[in-house]
Every structure is written in structure tokens, then in C-alpha cells.
């Protein structure tokens, strides 16, 4: 039956391992005057569920594809928060699922997240609590369009990772969560992370370094600098291996400003502050630790049908209770994204890479991978969460 028998949230639209969702099936659709309900947890998990649900057996049945060489295999990468762009997303409402995405992402969010993602204004789009999951959904509206052009492309799909948020799509199209679920989960993810970023005057920095920076030495004489300014506990540490000699610094901004103006001595090449509000994946983080884990603990969360890496330790998630734990993890955890790369495209020396496809706004997934493999990533691709001017016309 092609990729839709074998991938579940595409056989069901956006509506995770249930049936087709449609307008009937969303309760509290409208109240008098067009103004939307406040849905309760249960509401939006029933609304993404179908009357009819498959058995895991025949899900996993039709999941089981015969072995294929590594070029007829293909990879998915869905990118995370900082990729997001006004204007992604237009065009793509021509696809049914795709519609279907944003009718319940509005109810579970509260907001028409589709006008945020065609109209801005961006600095309402770039805080936190609205690019999550504006980057959730534009990433799976990507897979949606790639699976319209080139449908044998998701259904040979042999692997999967995210980039921090992009985790959570990344399960959704693995089967592991439905896209209700998981669009719940990073909706508390990034209003908790959101908050802890406000609590604390924090950032994050990317450096570029010769081969002899010493990152850790860096991180514990800015957060000595700290200390003699008074600040107690500081943070300074790593948050994200992106390639050879590229790393993300995030902490107090005390620390990061001293990084700045040190960075001769570091080795350091280039610096740059992010335009993020809050030092991710650090324990100042820990505040929205709690939160993720209750939802994720109320949500039904199932073994991939293929391949998914964590951010946290670079190797397959291997049951339920795996990504459960996790998940949670990642949020004060560092994304080992450098180590991710080099697992997925580990091979015998003569075999050939599958083709890759970063679904999603933005292409950074394709520049790092091409900084950690270049052997695969001439075999990339990028789906960009927008339709082509000439194929909205026709």
C-alpha cells in the first residue's frame, strides 16, 4: 500500500496511530461568536484518535519492510528552534493532512500557529513558547510535501534524528507518539523553558575553535569570573556539539561576555551570541524539567518502527520508557548532535550512504553534516516547509 500502510501518523493525516481526522472528529470545535474552547488534555488526545485503531501487531507487520541495500535506504533529519522563518509553511495547505495539522494545533495551542508561521510578526514567532512547535509542525508539513513528490522517499525511510526540539517530530513520524501527543508535549516544553529563560539573565554562544581550544578550561575560568562577581553557582558549559571544532557555550551572561572578550587566549576563531533567550540544555533549565516529565508521563508513548537517535547520548531509543526518560534528560542535557551524526552514518569502509532529507525550515543540518561527513552529505537534500510558486499556480 506504499508509505502510507507503512508509516502510521501519514495514514491517519496528523492524527497519530488513529484514523482519518476530520472536522467532525475535533470536539468543541467552535463556540458562539467563532471563539475557540479551552480543550482539556483528554479532549485532545481523544480528537486525534479515531474509532477504529489497528492492532501494534499489524501496525509493526506492515512496518517490516525486506532489507534494502544502504543507497535505497533513506534518512530523515528534523531541524529544531532557530531554523523557524515568517512566511514558512505557505503553500503547503493545499495538502489535506497538512490543513488538518493546523486545525488541531490551534486547539491544542490556544493560537492560530498557521498565521504566526505565514504572517509573523517574528519576534512573536521567535520566542520560544511559539517556535517549538511552529518548528514541530513546519517540519512535518515538509514530510507531508515530501511525501506528495516523492512518496518512495518516506517509505524507504531506514532512520531518523532531531535537532532538540526536532526530537519530538522526529518520534511522531517513527510511530512512537501521535502528533496530538507530541504537539501537546512541546507545547509545555516550551512555555516551561520559555519561563526558566526569564528567570535568569542567561544565553548562548557559538564558537568556532582551533584544534587545540580547550572548551572545558574556558567554561570553568568564566564561571570562576562569575563567582568573583558575586554570582553564586554559575553556569558555563557546553549545550551543543555541532561539528569538529564547533561548539555551543551557554550560561550566565557574565560568563559568556568574559568568553567573548578572552577569546584569543581559548583559541577560539569566532564567537557569536545567539538570538535565544535562555541558556538550553543547561541545569538553569531544571525548572521546565518537571513540567515535560508530567506530561509525557499522561501521554502513550510506544517502541519507533524505525531507527530514532537521542540527542542525549547519540544511540537508538530502544522501548517507550527509554524515550520517556530521555526526553526529559535532553531539555538540561547537551545535544550531542556531532556524535549523532557520526552513529547514524557509521559503515564499513566501501558502503555507500543512504540519501539524506532534512525536512524542515532552514538547511543547518545539511552545513553541519557536510562539516561532519562529507561523503554523506553529498547525498543530502532539503525539503523546505514551503511550496514553489510555479506548483501553487498549476
Known amino acids: 500500500m506504499g508509505c502510507r500502510a507503512a508509516l502510521p501518523w501519514l495514514r491517519g493525516g496528523c492524527s497519530g496511530r488513529g484514523g482519518p481526522l476530520g472536522a467532525a472528529g475535533l470536539r ?46 533513506t534518512v530523515l533529519l528534523f531541524p529544531g528552534q532557530g531554523s523557524q522563518f515568517v512566511g514558512m509553511c505557505r503553500g503547503l495547505q493545499r495538502y489535506p493532512a497538512v490543513r488538518d495539522m493546523f486545525r488541531l494545533a490551534e486547539k491544542v495551542l490556544g493560537y492560530d500557529l498557521l498565521s504566526l508561521c505565514l504572517q509573523g510578526p517574528r519576534d512573536a514567532l521567535d520566542r520560544t513558547q511559539h517556535c ?6 513546519a ?15 518516506v517509505e524507504h525511510c531506514v532512520a531518523t534524528a532531531g535537532y532538540s526540539v526536532g526530537e519530538f517530530a522526529a518520534l511522531v513520524f517513527a510511530g512512537a507518539m501521535s502528533f496530538a501527543e507530541a504537539l501537546y508535549a512541546v507545547k509545555v516544553r516550551a512555555e516551561a523553558m520559555q519561563r526558566a529563560a526569564e528567570a535568569v539573565p542567561s544565553g548562548m554562544l557559538s564558537v568556532l575553535g582551533r584544534p587545540e581550544a580547550n572548551y572545558r578550561f574556558a567554561c570553568l575560568e568564566a564561571r570562576r569570573h562569575c563567582e568573583a562577581l558575586g554570582i553564586q553557582n554559575p553556569v558555563c558549559t557546553v549545550s551543543n556539539y555541532l561539528f569538529p571544532d564547533s561548539r ?17 587566549k581559548y583559541y577560539f576563531t569566532r564567537t557569536k551570541m545567539l538570538p535565544v533567550s535562555g541558556a538550553f540544555h543547561t541545569r538553569l ?49 547537551p545535544v550531542l548532535w556531532e556524535q549523532t551524526m557520526h552513529s547514524m552514518y557509521q559503515r564499513k569502509q566501501g558502503t555507500e550512504f543512504p540519501y539524506t532529507y532534512e525536512v524542515g525550515p ?7 553534516l557536510r562539516k561532519c561527513n562529507l561523503k ?19
Open 28 to 73: 468543541g470545535s467552535s463556540r458562539p461568536g467563532g471563539a475557540l474552547p479551552e480543550p482539556t488534555l483528554s479532549d485532545l488526545l481523544q480528537s486525534s484518535v479515531g474509532e477504529q485503531e489497528e492492532p501494534r501487531e499489524q501496525e509493526e507487520q506492515q512496518a517490516r519492510r525486506p532489507r534494502r541495500c544502504p543507497r535505497e535506504g
Open 132 to 137: 517549538q512547535p511552529a518548528v514541530f509542525v
Open 139 to 153: 517540519s512535518l508539513a515538509a514530510v507531508e510535501k515530501l511525501n506528495h513528490r516523492q512518496p518512495e522517499v
Open 248 to 264: 555551543v557555550i551557554a550560561g550566565h551572561l557574565q560568563a559568556l561576555e568574559f568568553l567573548q572578550e578572552n577569546a584569543h
Open 285 to 333: 533549565m531544571e525548572p521546565a524539567v518537571e513540567p515535560l516529565a508530567e506530561v509525557l508521563k499522561s501521554i502513550e508513548i510506544q517502541k519507533p518502527l524505525l531507527c530514532v537517535y537521542s540527542n542525549v547520548d547519540g544511540k537508538k531509543y530502544m522501548h517507550s520508557k527509554h524515550i520517556q526518560k530521555l526526553l526529559v534528560k535532553q531539555v538540561v542535557s
Open 362 to 368: 532552514g538547511n543547518q543540518l545539511g552545513a553541519i
Open 376 to 394: 554523506a552529505w553529498k547525498q543530502y537534500k532539503h525539503v523546505d516547509p514551503l511550496e514553489d510558486e510555479e506548483e501553487e499556480e498549476t
